[in-house]
């Protein structure tokens, strides 16, 4: 079985241990950590987010659980920009590079679109296919985002946002829009499929919003595991024998476990044919 996490953010106040978390991972063969790791990026928490991952990955590794990381857009360069798992039917990414300002509400979103447009042109000429192109633009974005940015806590978060209230609806339709995003950067990614030896991708997982769920779109399946941190509504992606789930997390006596009461499966044959629209939230 394959977990997914996302948005851990280690080094903030707030933000998991390594031991609270290992509950999640029972019966886990592998644990991919799905971008906003750890906030290595910070020159003030730099090293502490560091130490809180190497104890992570050591808690892991120490269980035989494959460790895999793919870099967001809080550590850009630390990991894979993405990965393919059910023989290619799902795709897993942050999710950062589905739109060219990383985060339309940003401070820095200019900056961050300038330096996504010049890499994704330089990545074109190149012949770069989708979705590396984005991918890697998306890098560079994120990169001009941390050299402006530093890591704050979420206090400090909401409050910079209170300084500018019109950020607060501006991430409502983040929300509302990103699951149509993710499901445009699944179908880019698509053609490349068959060169591969992959089958058609069929769902998307990702986190970066921070707003978890699941949706369909176009007969895509777009999951999002949601965030450790503000509003602090964690979920987990399971990959397993043909299927894939969305489960919700809750702490238990200071540790994280997975709501398998409240757990969402999907058979992965079965939604090719779950075409749909528009997207449709599922109940």
Known sequence: MIVVLSDLHLGLAGAP?????????????????????????SPRIGARAAAELARLEDAVRARGIAWTRIEGNHDPGTGALHAWRA???????????FHPTIAPFGRHAPAAAAAFAEAHAAAAAAGTPEPLRSLEAARAASHRERSLEHASSTFATVTGMAM???????????????????????????????A???????????GHSHSPGAWHVRGAL???????????????????????????????????????????TWRIDELARAAAARSTPQA
Do not use: K, Y
């Not at 991972?25 to 990026?41: F, K, Q």
């Not at 023989?87 to 590079?97: K, Q, R, S």
């Not at 595991?225 to 200071?254: E, K, M």
């Open 196 to 206: 591969e030896g992959r089958v058609a991708p069929r769902a998307i997982v990702s």
């Open 222 to 264: 777009v999951l999002n595991t949601g965030c450790f941190s503000f509003p602090a509504r964690p979920h987990a992606v399971l990959i397993d024998a043909g299927a894939v789930s969305l489960v919700p997390l809750r702490r238990v006596r200071g540790e994280w476990r997975q709501d398998a009461a409240s757990r969402r």
């Open 164 to 194: 500018r209230p019109w950020s607060f609806p501006q991430v409502i339709g983040w929300w509302r829009i990103c699951p149509e995003l993710a499901a445009r950067f699944l179908e880019a990614a698509a053609p490349g499929a068959p």
């Open 17 to 41: 241990s390594p031991a609270s978390l290992m509950p999640v991972l029972e019966g886990a063969s592998e644990l991919i950590l799905n971008g906003d790791a750890a906030e290595t990026a």
């Open 87 to 97: 023989d290619g039917a799902v795709l897993v990414t942050h999710g950062h590079a």
